[in-house]
């Protein structure tokens, strides 16, 4: 019987091919890190279209509704400094919290490249097993 002897890759072959597979891992995290960090860009300008649009509208809905709010206090014996200030504060509050909401959608956390930070550790990981 002839059987041909199994050649084994050596040391430095191996390392080559390592290296080989790491650079391709790496550039294709690279291109996945592009593509989320595209993505939360995209949301967060949405995001901010959304809210700019909606500032707008309310805006001028606003006015009209603090006039009307401010007249009714008036017409039922508060003096006019008294209705606009009290009027003013309540639309000062309810604005804040506005501003609150939209800011945690704006948050850094969710706009972290979630995805690609774990793939990034669990490659990391193989890696570390490879070159044992």
Same mark, same amino acid.
Not at 45 to 65: F, K, R, Y
Not at 103 to 127: H, N, Y
């Given at each position: ?8 890759? +050596? @040391?430095?072959?191996?390392?080559? &091919?390592? %290296?080989?597979?790491?650079?391709? $891992?790496?550039?294709?995290? *690279? ?9 939360? *860009? @995209?949301?967060?300008? @949405?995001?901010?279209?959304? !809210?700019?649009?909606?500032?707008? $509208?309310? /805006?001028?809905? #606003?006015? /009209? %509704? %603090?006039?009307?709010?401010?007249? $009714?206090?008036?017409? +039922?014996?508060?003096?006019?400094? +008294? ?7 309540? *639309?000062?509050? =309810?604005?804040? =919290?506005?501003?609150? /909401?939209? #800011?945690?959608?704006? +948050?850094?956390?969710? %706009?972290?490249?979630?995805? @690609?930070?774990?793939? /990034?550790?669990? &490659?990391?990981?193989? !890696? ?5």
């Amino acid at each position: 019987m002839n059987e041909t002897p199994i050649t084994r890759p +050596s @040391t430095p072959g191996l390392l080559a &091919d390592a %290296l080989s597979h790491m650079t391709t $891992l790496f550039e294709s995290e *690279i291109g996945l890190v592009r593509r989320e960090i595209s993505e939360k *860009i @995209t949301q967060a300008v @949405t995001s901010i279209g959304v !809210l700019v649009a909606a500032a707008v $509208l309310m /805006l001028s809905a #606003l006015i /009209l %509704l %603090l006039q009307g709010v401010v007249a $009714l206090f008036v017409q +039922s014996g508060m003096r006019p400094s +008294s209705a606009y200030f009290l009027v003013g504060v309540a *639309i000062a509050i =309810i604005g804040g =919290i506005a501003v609150a /909401l939209a #800011l945690r959608g704006l +948050s850094a956390a969710k %706009l972290a490249p979630v995805r @690609t930070i774990t793939q /990034l550790g669990k &490659d990391a990981q193989v !890696l570390k097993e490879q070159v044992k």
